[in-house]
């Protein structure tokens, strides 16, 4: 689980390892899945050096508990293998967010009609 605030976003990467714990590719590109996109969103991963994807989940604004689900298929063939990735978001809300000030402003002093 990553803990962070409705003003944050986190990094994330992601990588596929054969049994040798070495980087394999995959065929296209990550899927992304948002149990809740009220509290995160995600936008497509981008693909790094030796076969790694970087993406940012970001927050939306209200706190709450959020799955950000990846598939990817690792099978470079015909077929499909698919491999899923789950990252628990947990959202709080922002100490800077729930202060509330009130801000009155006045303009320059006219003549009364």
């Not at 990553?2 to 990467?13: K, N, R, S």
């Not at 899945?33 to 991963?45: F, G, K, L, N, Q």
């Not at 799955?67 to 990735?85: K, Q, R, S, Y």
Request: glycine share 10%; hydrophobic share 40%.
């Amino acid at each position: 689980m990553v803990d962070f605030t409705t003003e944050q976003q986190v990094p994330i990467t992601l990588g596929v390892v054969d049994g040798m714990n070495r980087p394999v590719d995959i065929d296209g590109s990550p899927s992304i899945a948002i149990s809740d996109p009220t509290v995160v969103s995600m936008d497509a991963m981008t693909k790094g050096d030796n076969f790694v994807w970087n993406g940012t989940i970001v927050a939306v604004g209200i706190e709450g508990v959020a799955h950000v689900v990846i598939t990817v298929d690792a099978d470079l063939g015909e077929g499909v293998e698919n491999l899923i990735g789950d990252v628990l978001c947990n959202v709080t809300l922002d100490p800077r967010t729930s202060e509330r000030t009130i801000v009155v402003s006045t303009g320059t002093p006219v003549d009364k009609p």
